[in-house]
């Protein structure tokens, strides 16, 4: 069991930026890469962005490519999203979830424990 605690939303105007972390509990977070995905009223879940177990590779999807980062900490058990040049349409609740078999990250069957969200909201 793996829990996940999301921290870092708020509120922000457009161009702004915003740093969204995600602690994980236990001893196994090295062994699953993660992800961000996100969801706007109304709209289903979609992803934002990825890494790998290590930490070397990162995914983006193409609507933040350039604009946002994923990072993570082994060490702390954490993984960061950097956002960048915030537009409105960023607005929603970001989600974390771990990857045990680490590919396909870009889909939300792929992952297997998900935090309960943090609201970011970018105000034009």
């Known amino acids: 069991q793996v829990q996940l605690v999301e921290s870092g939303g708020g509120l922000v105007q457009a161009g702004g930026s915003l740093r969204l972390s995600c602690a994980a509990s236990?001893?196994?977070?090295?062994?699953?890469?993660m992800g961000w995905f996100r969801q706007a009223p109304e709209k289903e879940r979609e992803y934002v962005a990825a890494?790998?177990?290590?930490?070397?590779?990162?995914y983006y999807a193409d609507s933040v490519k350039g604009r946002f980062t994923i990072s993570r900490d082994n060490a702390k058990n954490t993984v960061y999203l950097k956002m960048n040049s915030l537009k409105p349409e960023d607005t929603a609740v970001y989600y974390c979830?771990?990857?045990?078999?680490?590919?396909?990250?870009?889909?939300?069957?792929?992952?297997?424990?998900w935090g309960q969200g943090t609201q970011v909201t970018v105000s034009s």
């Open positions: 979830a771990t990857s045990s078999i680490g590919r396909g990250l870009d889909s939300s069957r792929n992952y297997e424990y």
């Open positions: 890494i790998s177990r290590n930490g070397y590779i990162t």
């Open positions: 236990g001893r196994t977070f090295s062994r699953y890469a």
